[in-house]
């Protein structure tokens, strides 16, 4: 992890920058080496360490990650997760 001006990025052994540095959290998905969850301001998506956001910031939470899939937060709601095997 590698923080400049209040704003993170992911790092790995060797310096090599692996996602932007301009989040205000980032959370390792335990299930998948290369996928993180990243908070910009409020609204949390996910990002893997090719430098992609393979969601858009529009979720209240993300979590339950099962072959796949999690489980997302809009609002007060739960919702299913969306198919498509992205995560």
Known sequence: EIQHKGQIGLVNFNGKLLTQ???SE???VSLYKDRFLARNENKWAIIDNNQHEL???RYDDISGFFE???IIVIGDKKKPPVSGGSF
């Open 21 to 23: 540095v301009k989040y």
């Open 26 to 28: 980032i959370v390792e």
């Open 55 to 57: 969601t858009a910031f």
């Open 68 to 70: 796949g899939l999690a």
